[in-house]
């Protein structure tokens, strides 16, 4: 029997339950992703309930599973009495549709807009309606959203922001030019000289960007807005796009903008752009910025070269003499990199002093400017480092120098603890000819990883069943075989791939997976409202957090700050105009918690929004970003549990390798 049918079977008047008694039941079932007919029945009584509160959970929990089977389920929510339950509905019947064709779900959208009279719930048809996925070219369901929302421009009214999204989700997904001439190039521009709101005025700039319909007056206005975002973007879309009259005087001006983030892109603009026609005056200038985010950038396109103008290379060795201390190494080190790239022999002399160093992040950087100098004999003491971050830069930079002759180092790192390092020693192995080495090292590297029953550990594990794979023997890889009862279903599967390949007929798995911890009850979770980042240096991020938008990833949070997960845990990528990340004890993208946690999508992605790291669906591991712009790419993709309150200027001076002290609950 089809599963929805069997939940209508389930289904039952009721008397209506407490309203936490029903969220325990829908944060429950959307956990387990509604694995059984059970699990559906409490979100769809979820979705009918007649607290409006529960029914947008229950109807943004049905949009979460990302099935195509439940559109019609979520299809009478459309018509509820509150505005916020239609304006989940909407959200939610795009999700649904997340993985296959959305003509289905645009036939709904827009017969309800057709009747809709709220404007602000128009707004939400109108987004959801650009997020769809209408096949490629001009299909009729693609022609008829585009006219849809290509008229819902032409009226003012609260439902802009979301007709706006709509365009820019539909833009960037079709690849289709907004026309720089057109009537939608030019109602885009109109809002983006006078929409009311900053948000608006952003959208309009992204999606006259993502219509290829920037013009010179297009950024002109984007560059004198008040809103340092949309000035951002503007500088963006004049750097990335075709060349426009005058676009050097404004990365001129903007770089004595007072926002950071304009100039951030202010410095990559005349890094791009006039740093080989007109020198590198500027960029020394910007390397006594008041921002440590600015001289960086700075540093880094000074090293790049200055045309005709000399590189200060006087300067660049002046900086590398910094003291290099735990919370200042990253001035030196990027004066490093670039005198590397300007004078090799000055670099060579002061790299000694870098790659010896005590702080860890100095000897990792140390080895990628070994590589660009082509200093073997660094690497080599390097890949030896005590410290596998450092280890992994070194044997990427034997690789990239000695290609297969560094083999024998891969094959040597996959005896090591970090999932980080064996993953990429594994990847590095593919098509070696130590064909026989490799296969016993990584069936070693497996069964010791696999039996710490980390899941996190997944991709590593992967790699290393790639290699086994390719190079096993027919007695190591039976000698998998107790893995097709792994407590992880994917590594699972992929033995019995493997097993399959080898005996020539199906083999079947039989995953065990690991017990996951329970949720709190609803009335615990309503108390997790506030989370201070104590940081090294004294700043305190404070972090309004979300326990109902993100039930199983706050609760996860603050259950890790509290055993003092986050103690000494560095933020270890930091990306100007993009995020900060950290909570990784391994300070890299893949050592985290041990345990993959359910992804809750849905919360918008704005600057100072606090997300969960994953790496694919449904594999979070506990680690953290903190958006340092508005990110609209990664909505609907990453989970949200909270947003920065007080002044967010903090965190755009956030340096590489920034220590969390500890985690604060007020």
Same mark, same amino acid.
């Given at each position: 029997?089809?599963?929805?049918?069997?939940?209508?079977?389930?289904?039952?008047?009721?008397?209506?339950?407490?309203?936490?008694?029903?969220?325990?039941?829908?944060?429950?079932?959307?956990?387990?992703?509604?694995?059984?007919?059970?699990?559906?029945?409490?979100?769809?009584?979820?979705?009918?309930?007649?607290?409006?509160?529960?029914?947008?959970?229950?109807?943004?929990?049905?949009?979460?599973?990302?099935?195509?089977?439940?559109?019609?389920?979520?299809?009478?929510?459309?018509?509820?009495?509150?505005?916020?339950?239609?304006?989940?509905?909407?959200?939610?019947?795009?999700?649904?549709?997340?993985?296959?064709?959305?003509?289905?779900?645009?036939?709904?959208?827009?017969?309800?807009?057709?009747?809709?009279?709220?404007?602000?719930?128009?707004?939400?048809?109108?987004?959801?309606?650009?997020?769809?996925? @209408?096949? #490629?070219?001009?299909? /009729? !369901?693609?022609?008829?959203?585009?006219? $849809?929302?290509? +008229? =819902? *421009?032409?009226?003012?009214?609260?439902?802009?922001?979301?007709?706006?999204?709509?365009?820019?989700?539909?833009?960037?997904?079709?690849?289709?030019?907004?026309?720089?001439?057109?009537?939608?190039?030019?109602?885009?521009?109109?809002?983006?000289?006078?929409?009311?709101?900053?948000?608006?005025?952003?959208?309009?700039?992204?999606?006259?960007?993502?219509?290829?319909?920037?013009?010179?007056?297009?950024?002109?206005?984007?560059?004198?807005?008040?809103?340092?975002?949309?000035?951002?973007?503007?500088? @963006?879309? #004049?750097?990335?796009? /075709? !060349?426009?009259?005058?676009?050097?005087? $404004?990365?001129? +001006? =903007? *770089?004595?903008?007072?926002?950071?983030?304009?100039?951030?892109?202010?410095?990559?603009?005349?890094?791009?752009?006039?740093?080989?026609?007109?020198?590198?005056?500027?960029?020394?200038?910007?390397?006594?910025?008041?921002?440590?985010?600015?001289?960086?950038?700075?540093?880094?396109?000074?090293?790049?070269?200055?045309?005709?103008?000399?590189?200060?290379?006087?300067?660049?060795?002046?900086?590398?003499?910094?003291?290099?201390?735990?919370?200042?190494?990253?001035?030196?080190?990027?004066?490093?990199?670039?005198? #590397?790239?300007?004078?090799?022999?000055?670099?060579?002399?002061?790299?000694?002093?870098? +790659?010896?160093?005590?702080?860890?992040?100095?000897?990792?950087?140390?080895?990628?400017?070994?590589?660009?100098?082509?200093?073997?004999?660094?690497?080599?003491?390097?890949?030896?480092?005590?410290?596998?971050?450092?280890?992994?830069?070194?044997?990427?930079?034997?690789?990239?120098?000695?290609?297969?002759?560094?083999?024998?180092?891969?094959?040597?790192?996959?005896?090591?603890?970090?999932?980080?390092?064996?993953?990429?020693?594994?990847?590095?192995?593919?098509?070696?000819?130590?064909?026989?080495?490799?296969?016993?090292?990584?069936?070693?590297?497996?069964?010791?990883?696999?039996?710490?029953?980390?899941?996190?550990?997944?991709?590593?594990?992967?790699?290393?069943?790639?290699?086994?794979?390719?190079?096993?023997?027919?007695?190591?890889?039976?000698?998998?075989?107790?893995?097709?009862?792994?407590?992880?279903?994917?590594?699972?599967?992929?033995?019995?791939?493997?097993?399959?390949?080898?005996?020539?007929?199906?083999?079947?798995?039989?995953?065990?997976?690991?017990?996951?911890?329970?949720?709190?009850?609803?009335?615990?979770?309503?108390?997790?409202?506030?989370?201070?980042?104590?940081?090294?240096?004294?700043?305190?991020?404070?972090?309004?957090?979300?326990?109902?938008?993100?039930?199983?990833?706050?609760?996860?949070?603050?259950?890790?700050?509290?055993?003092?997960?986050?103690?000494?845990?560095?933020?270890?990528?930091?990306?100007?105009?993009?995020?900060?990340?950290?909570?990784?004890?391994?300070?890299?993208?893949?050592?985290?918690?041990?345990?993959?946690?359910?992804?809750?999508?849905?919360?918008?992605?704005?600057?100072?929004?606090?997300?969960?790291?994953?790496?694919?669906?449904?594999?979070?591991?506990?680690?953290?970003?903190?958006?340092?712009?508005?990110?609209?790419?990664?909505?609907?993709?990453?989970?949200?549990?909270?947003?920065?309150?007080?002044?967010?200027?903090?965190?755009?001076?956030?340096?590489?390798?920034?220590?969390?002290?500890?985690?604060?609950?007020?």
């Amino acid at each position: 029997m089809h599963l929805l049918a069997a939940v209508l079977l389930i289904i039952q008047p009721a008397p209506q339950a407490p309203a936490d008694s029903v969220l325990a039941g829908i944060f429950a079932a959307e956990r387990a992703r509604a694995g059984n007919a059970a699990d559906v029945a409490v979100l769809m009584r979820g979705s009918r309930h007649q607290d409006s509160t529960v029914q947008r959970i229950a109807v943004r929990a049905l949009g979460r599973l990302e099935r195509a089977e439940f559109l019609r389920a979520l299809e009478p929510a459309l018509a509820a009495p509150a505005a916020s339950v239609r304006i989940e509905a909407a959200n939610a019947i795009a999700q649904a549709a997340y993985r296959g064709d959305g003509t289905a779900a645009m036939a709904m959208l827009v017969a309800r807009y057709r009747v809709e009279q709220s404007l602000p719930v128009q707004g939400a048809l109108l987004a959801a309606v650009g997020r769809l996925r @209408l096949g #490629a070219g001009d299909t /009729p !369901a693609s022609i008829e959203a585009r006219t $849809l929302l290509t +008229a =819902a *421009l032409e009226r003012e009214g609260d439902h802009l922001e979301g007709a706006l999204r709509g365009i820019w989700e539909l833009l960037r997904k079709q690849g289709r030019a907004a026309a720089a001439g057109g009537p939608l190039a030019t109602s885009l521009r109109r809002w983006l000289e006078v929409a009311l709101t900053p948000e608006s005025r952003r959208l309009a700039m992204v999606s006259l960007t993502a219509g290829n319909a920037v013009d010179s007056a297009t950024v002109a206005i984007g560059a004198r807005d008040p809103d340092p975002q949309v000035r951002r973007l503007a500088l @963006l879309a #004049a750097r990335t796009g /075709p !060349a426009l009259p005058g676009r050097n005087l $404004l990365f001129l +001006a =903007a *770089l004595h903008d007072p926002e950071i983030m304009v100039r951030v892109e202010a410095v990559r603009g005349w890094s791009s752009h006039g740093r080989i026609t007109e020198g590198c005056e500027p960029l020394i200038a910007a390397i006594r910025d008041p921002s440590i985010t600015i001289q960086l950038l700075a540093i880094e396109a000074v090293g790049a070269g200055c045309g005709a103008m000399a590189v200060p290379r006087d300067l660049l060795e002046a900086i590398t003499r910094e003291p290099l201390t735990e919370l200042a190494w990253q001035r030196p080190v990027a004066a490093l990199a670039a005198l #590397a790239r300007s004078d090799a022999t000055r670099a060579a002399i002061r790299l000694g002093s870098f +790659a010896g160093h005590t702080i860890w992040w100095v000897r990792m950087h140390a080895a990628d400017v070994a590589q660009q100098l082509r200093d073997r004999p660094t690497l080599l003491r390097l890949v030896e480092d005590s410290v596998d971050n450092v280890r992994d830069a070194a044997l990427r930079g034997l690789v990239a120098l000695d290609g297969r002759q560094a083999d024998r180092m891969a094959v040597a790192q996959l005896g090591r603890d970090d999932q980080q390092l064996v993953l990429n020693a594994a990847r590095t192995l593919r098509g070696s000819a130590l064909g026989p080495d490799v296969a016993s090292a990584s069936l070693l590297a497996f069964d010791r990883i696999s039996r710490a029953r980390i899941e996190t550990s997944r991709d590593t594990r992967v790699a290393l069943l790639d290699r086994i794979g390719e190079f096993g023997t027919s007695i190591q890889v039976e000698a998998l075989r107790p893995a097709l009862r792994d407590f992880d279903p994917l590594i699972a599967a992929r033995v019995a791939e493997l097993l399959a390949k080898l005996g020539g007929s199906e083999v079947q798995s039989a995953a065990t997976p690991r017990a996951r911890a329970g949720l709190p009850a609803v009335s615990e979770l309503r108390r997790m409202t506030r989370a201070v980042l104590v940081m090294a240096d004294g700043a305190r991020l404070v972090i309004a957090l979300r326990p109902l938008d993100a039930p199983g990833s706050v609760a996860r949070f603050v259950a890790m700050a509290e055993s003092g997960w986050f103690n000494g845990i560095t933020l270890h990528r930091v990306v100007p105009n993009f995020v900060l990340q950290g909570g990784s004890p391994g300070a890299n993208e893949y050592v985290g918690g041990a345990d993959f946690s359910p992804d809750e999508v849905g919360g918008r992605h704005r600057r100072g929004t606090v997300g969960i790291s994953t790496r694919g669906r449904d594999t979070g591991d506990g680690q953290i970003f903190i958006n340092l712009v508005d990110n609209l790419n990664l909505d609907h993709e990453y989970t949200v549990i909270g947003e920065l309150v007080g002044d967010l200027r903090v965190i755009d001076g956030i340096r590489e390798g920034a220590t969390i002290l500890r985690v604060e609950f007020p």
